[in-house]
């Protein structure tokens, strides 16, 4: 019994270590991890001597333009130095933002090479060009930017897909149906503004390149030269 009653102040002492408020040798809470804006970020800072250029170049060759800013759309898609084009001279459906380098060589390629193909070969002028589409954040391979690998250079609005092309006499020079086309005529324009494209853009790929490509010409800046 004595040893008893010598064991309730150490059994009092334990006891007031555990009680009194929070251990000042815990963890601190753990800091909430900050979330990505759900939108595009857009991206401060000076406009690059190189773009400036572009948009002068884009300016002096009477191209109705509006400058973008910079953006970050995340999956590793970001858009520097984009235009939204609004009159190259003849219409082009489907062209959201395009970088710079892309839309000037774009307005090249259908001023001196398309048209002159066209009233050449085919005797009519183009008066409306169909592309499907210049930014889209995706893969190389297609599906989402964050799941295919490397960001295609449509997730860069680095690239134009050009499908088809309607002429003043109401033919319409469709790239699936028309690259085998029986009509001679037909197959030597869209090889000859393929091979102009292929002076103008670093990558120029038509339907003998893959059957991904079947049905358009997919032209960029970017990457490696490749004429195929």
């Excluded at 062209?95 to 009519?124: D, E, M, T």
Aim: charged share 20%; hydrophobic share 40%.
């Amino acid at each position: 019994m004595v040893a008893f009653h010598r064991s309730i102040p150490l059994a009092l002492l334990l006891l007031s270590a555990c009680v009194g408020g929070e251990r000042r040798d815990a963890p601190p809470p753990p800091r909430p991890i900050a979330q990505r804006p759900s939108g595009p970020v857009t991206l401060p800072g000076a406009t690059p001597r190189d773009t400036q250029q572009c948009f002068a170049d884009l300016s002096r060759a009477e191209v109705r333009f509006s400058p973008l800013p910079d953006r970050d759309y995340g999956s590793g898609c970001v858009v520097l130095g984009a235009v939204q084009l609004l009159d190259i001279g003849t219409p082009v459906s489907g062209l959201k933002a395009i970088r710079c380098p892309v839309a000037r060589a774009l307005v090249g390629w259908v001023r001196h090479g398309v048209r002159p193909a066209a009233r050449q070969i085919l005797g009519s002028e183009v008066v409306r060009i169909d592309s499907y589409g210049t930014y889209a954040c995706r893969g190389i391979i297609g599906g989402s930017a964050g799941s295919a690998g490397r960001v295609s250079e449509h997730g860069l609005a680095n690239a134009v897909d050009i499908g088809s092309f309607t002429l003043a006499d109401g033919r319409r020079i469709v790239l699936e149906r028309d690259w085998n086309s029986t009509d001679p005529q037909v197959r030597e324009f869209l090889r000859i503004v393929h091979r102009s494209a292929c002076k103008r853009f670093v990558t120029t790929l038509g339907p003998d390149y893959n059957a991904a490509h079947r049905n358009h010409f997919h032209l960029d800046m970017g990457g490696r030269p490749l004429c195929r």
